[in-house]
């Protein structure tokens, strides 16, 4: 047997028991002091509980927060609108909407405040609507209620062999730092493999990922903590990697279509920075090795002749071994931030690792404001409706709708896929209520203490608790969950009323459907729609960079590549969008960093030829890239080349060896990157 499956279903299983137990404590606790309804105590448990220790905690924080949020706005909404009851379920669709709005802005665990604001003012709003007198009272008692299951999840989950964040996030760092060098390796084959650009995407999944993950660092309960710089810093390393080592693949490649071969001493070079991929030593050996392969690399570099005007063949081999060159320091200083976060040490640091610490700065997301607003219309839109249909039928059990389509909106609309999302959860409230029926009406009567009540309430929820934790059935298994604990009661006293018992299942499953009709109009979205919104945001970007309108870099980098992690996502196994023409995101990520490069180089030239060249090059770019569209995609146009060769001619006759190599260099990558199929640069155009 897979020894994978076996860790992964212990660890389920660990997972379910805890979340169990703290679901019981929690219970216990609210009887103990005199909740009538305590069962909002557990199912915060359940929704609070995860994995990772530190995830719990940091979740609690967020949920903490949210609830008092939600409880503020449910408590200073209510009387305001007293006697008016569609207003007020107005008020509160609004209110949700608003938190769906800005969660789906924030994409980190953050945005859990928010979801959480939202639908706990719809939790104690929505059951007051008609009697608004007991407001406070019911906040004040939803808030404790939920305070208690956060509490227990917390202390249960931190103490009782606690998973923590700190360990898998040095799990994730180390096996995307191997696969990032891995990618480094094999582009120095120069064989333009395709394998190895869906590694390159996969990389900005990794990036995407490490960066949840150190959202939760600062409240785990390992003895070490990474420090919060090194890891942000390492992002931007591998943010940068990125397009650097296809730019060495496609430098290498165009080499050998050019000449048959690389140089002897440049095939050399590269054959031994191959091998110092592929060395498993570590620290000063690795580190001495690297600074000679980068001397190397600026050694041959100035060899090239400098007597006379470069052609394309000199400008490819300049360009190859600078960003070789970068491409050794770049994974030197990666290993050693690995090695940092692996350690915890702050201690005996590289000047240039030391830099990119102190530099770092938080990443900069993807964030789509249309769809977030089309987003909080359909919770707007979804809750409002039940509201109306309610009070004007006089509906017992619509507030239990109102309250649960608003939890499924702010629940599943942030998600990517909500459609698909929801309808397991659907399926899974079905399966909740079905056995909630079973268990309200044969088994709790004959359950005298309290004893006997976990006894048999454990075989199920140990059950769900295991399908919590495998992430293809969470959806599933919340629904289940949801269905049966909120349809069951769990009350202080055992109740048998079959009536509110029914009107409270077809609240839940109208509820339910609602939200799935809503999400089907306003959140789901086509594959092909995704893809162009995705690249319109970058090619917008890429224009910006171009304009000198990017003061951060960096965060340009990190969002450049949030998108592209986005994009990969959504491909799946099947690739892009077949409406699509194929496009490479690296390529734009690579062609915006050359853009910025030039930018930043313009205002130190004093040659006009050479001002005026770049100038036009930008200008082409950055009209370029405002002008086309994933669908309707074209060349760049032939002014833009024409502008790329008259600078490449400028500066290879440049008197002066630095400023000559630096633009060649940035030139000789963006004419490779924006016309790959050009002929090669033949001196100054005519």
Known sequence: MDTTLIVADAEAVLFSVKSFAAAIIAYYISLRIGFAQPVWAVTTAYLVSQPLAGAVVSKALFRVLGTFLGAAAAVALLPAFVNEPLVLSFVLALWLGLCVYIGSLDR??????????GYSASIIGFPSVLTPGNIFNTAVLRVQEIGIGIVTASLVHGAIFPRTV?????????????????????????????????????LAIDVTDIDQLSHHVAFDTARLLPRAATIRALQDQLSWLLPLSGSVEDRIAECIAQDGRLPADVAGLVARVERWFAQSISGPARDETARELVADAAGLGQAIDVERVWGWREMLLVNLLARLAELILAHRVLRELHDRIMSGSIRGLSPEAASL????????????????????????????????????????????????????????????????????????????IATATVFGFVILPRV???VMLVAVLAPFLLFVGSMLARQSLTSFALGELIGF?????????????????????????VGTLAAIIIIDIFYAIGAEVAFVRLFRAGFRD??????????????????????????????????????????????GLRIGSFAGELRTFLPTLGDREERTA???????????????????????????????????????????????????????????NLFPHAAPFAGRPE
């Open 542 to 587: 890429i224009a910006a960079r171009a304009d000198g309108k990017v003061r951060d870099p960096r965060r340009w980098t990190s969002r450049m590549i949030d998108r592209m992690a986005l994009i990969t996502a959504r491909s799946g196994p099947a690739g892009m969008h077949p409406a699509l023409p194929p496009y490479d995101a690296l390529v």
């Open 614 to 672: 770049i100038n036009e090059v930008l200008t082409g770019i950055s009209a370029h890239f405002r002008r086309i569209g994933p669908a309707e995609r074209v060349p760049a146009g032939a002014g833009v080349l024409d502008a790329i060769d008259r600078a490449l001619a400028a500066f290879a006759a440049d008197p002066q060896p630095e400023r000559r190599r630096r633009g060649t260099i940035v030139l000789t990558g963006l004419r490779r």
């Open 166 to 202: 700190t360990n898998r996030l040095q799990q994730q760092v180390m096996a995307t730092v191997d696969r990032a060098e891995q990618c480094s390796r094999r582009s120095l084959a120069g064989s333009r493999d395709t394998v190895l650009d869906s590694e390159r995407r996969r």
């Open 485 to 509: 604990l909120n349809t069951v009661g769990l009350a202080s006293t055992y109740q048998s009323d079959f009536a509110g018992f029914i009107n409270g299942a077809t609240g839940t499953v």
């Open 108 to 117: 980190t665990p953050r945005s859990y405040v928010f979801l959480l604001a």
């Open 357 to 432: 610490i102190n530099s770092a700065t938080g990443r900069s997301l993807h964030r789509d404001h249309g769809l977030a607003l089309r987003s909080a219309l359909g919770a707007l839109v979804a809750v409002s409706g039940v509201c109306v249909f309610w009070i004007a039928t006089a509906w017992p059990s619509g507030g239990t709708a109102a309250l649960i389509v608003g939890i499924d909106c702010a629940l599943f609309g942030t998600l990517p896929d909500p459609a698909m999302r929801i309808r397991r959860f659907f399926l899974g409230s079905l399966t909740g």
């Open 448 to 450: 005298t203490d309290f």
